[in-house]
């Protein structure tokens, strides 16, 4: 059974930067493409970064030149670098295979406000 684990939110003002980490249980993590989600209130989880296994990256248009996806595989951790941070980023981050095939972490909550 494969565990997730985000951390790394909080509450930082816009043009603020944070790294969420995503620590990943199991042997097969090197096997996957490994994928940041998010979901605020109201709105349906959407897919905002994934890298495969070997290191090709891609990002939804509204976060692309702001966020960095990384993996270090001897660690199990993927790791999502935002700066840059808008209001429109507040949302709960979630980190799972680039499908979702993975059992829902706890998620970390990310508040872009003033």
């Known amino acids: 059974q494969v565990q997730l684990v985000e951390s790394g939110g909080g509450l930082v003002q816009p043009g603020g930067s944070l790294r969420l980490s995503c620590a990943v249980s199991?042997?097969?993590?090197?096997?996957?493409?490994m994928g940041w989600y998010r979901q605020a209130p109201g709105k349906q989880r959407e897919l905002v970064a994934t890298?495969?296994?070997?290191?090709?990256?891609n990002y939804a248009d509204s976060v692309k030149g702001r966020f960095t996806i990384s993996r270090d595989n001897a660690k199990k951790t993927a790791y999502l670098q935002m700066n840059s941070l808008k209001p429109e980023d507040t949302a709960v981050y979630y980190c799972?295979?680039?499908?979702?095939?993975?059992?829902w972490g706890q998620g970390t909550q990310v508040t872009v406000s003033s």
């Open positions: 799972n295979s680039a499908i979702g095939a993975f059992p």
């Open positions: 199991g042997s097969f993590f090197s096997f996957h493409g």
């Open positions: 890298i495969n296994s070997g290191g090709s990256t």
